[in-house]
Structure formats: C-alpha cells, structure tokens
C-alpha cells in the first residue's frame, strides 16, 4: 500500500469529510498543486474549483466542488473551505439561477464607480456556478 496522509475538509458547518488519502489535488490562486505523504510544510489560500483526493487503497479520484478557502500542510493536510459539495449533491437549476442573476447583476453595474468588491463577488460566483454545473454534469474540468 502506498504512503498515505490523514486529509480532513472542514466548512464553517460541519467537518466535511476525514479520512487517509494518497494523493490530493487543489486549485490554489496560482494552479493547480498535488500533496501527498511527506510533503514539505505548506500553507496556501484555494480558489474555486475541484479538489481531487486518492483515498488509500483506491484507484479512483474523489471529487467535490470547492469555493474558496486554505490548504495546511503538515504531519497532516486539512483543508478549510467556505464551501464543498459533492457532485450527486449539486441542484444544477439551482446553480444556473445564481448564475444568470450575478451575469445581470454584472450587465447592470458596469460603471467605474461600481463598489470593487461587489464586482469581484459576482465574477467568483459566475465562475463558481459554472464549475458546480460541469461537475454535476460528470464534466469536470480534467479526468485523471
């Protein structure tokens, strides 16, 4: 069996999930990063995205949908996240509503004294919405 690391994904509801993985990938504000076992010390802040995880003993990725968030790597790797969704758990409907309101929102408030931050939210949560509807979908953005 190869060398595994204890991973945990914690959201301000609830510890999301825990257990030993081999390998785990994340869209940090730079690209994409892979952790495993014995990875030297790290701390470094996630953008939306998926996030892929190798449990020990499987062949397989899992997937959830990330919002943004940090990555600690240590003896351990936990993951602290504003949100994460399963695929099976992701209301398409719902994400393409939240969607087209942030495009309209956008379209509406275009002018240059427009609040930065409020710009900003709408484009994360256009891009957000976009990655939870491909990965609902069986879509994501790269197979392993």
Request: hydrophobic share 40%; charged share 30%; glycine share 8%.
């Given at each position: 069996m190869?060398?595994t690391?204890?991973?945990?994904?914690?959201?301000?509801?609830?510890?999301?999930?825990?257990?030993?993985?081999?390998l785990?990938?994340v869209?940090?504000?730079?690209?994409d990063?892979?952790?495993m076992?014995?990875?030297?010390w790290?701390?470094?802040?996630?953008?939306v995205?998926e996030l892929?995880f190798?449990?020990?003993?499987?062949?397989?990725f899992?997937i959830?949908?990330?919002?943004?968030?940090?990555?600690?790597v240590?003896?351990?790797?936990?993951?602290?996240?504003d949100?994460?969704?399963w695929p099976?758990?992701i209301?398409?409907?719902r994400?393409?509503?939240e969607?087209e309101?942030a495009?309209?929102w956008?379209?509406?408030?275009?002018?240059?004294?427009?609040?930065?931050?409020?710009?900003?939210?709408?484009?994360?949560?256009?891009q957000?919405?976009?990655?939870?509807m491909?990965?609902?979908?069986?879509?994501?953005?790269?197979?392993?």
């Amino acid at each position: 069996m190869a060398n595994t690391v204890h991973l945990e994904i914690v959201t301000p509801e609830r510890l999301f999930y825990s257990g030993d993985v081999e390998l785990v990938i994340v869209r940090t504000i730079t690209g994409d990063e892979g952790f495993m076992a014995g990875h030297s010390w790290a701390c470094k802040l996630l953008d939306v995205g998926e996030l892929w995880f190798k449990e020990a003993g499987s062949k397989d990725f899992k997937i959830i949908a990330a919002s943004p968030g940090f990555i600690e790597v240590r003896d351990n790797i936990v993951i602290f996240l504003d949100a994460a969704e399963w695929p099976s758990d992701i209301d398409v409907d719902r994400a393409m509503g939240e969607k087209e309101r942030a495009e309209l929102w956008l379209q509406q408030h275009t002018s240059p004294d427009e609040d930065e931050d409020f710009v900003l939210r709408s484009k994360i949560s256009i891009q957000k919405q976009v990655m939870r509807m491909k990965l609902a979908q069986g879509g994501g953005r790269r197979k392993r």
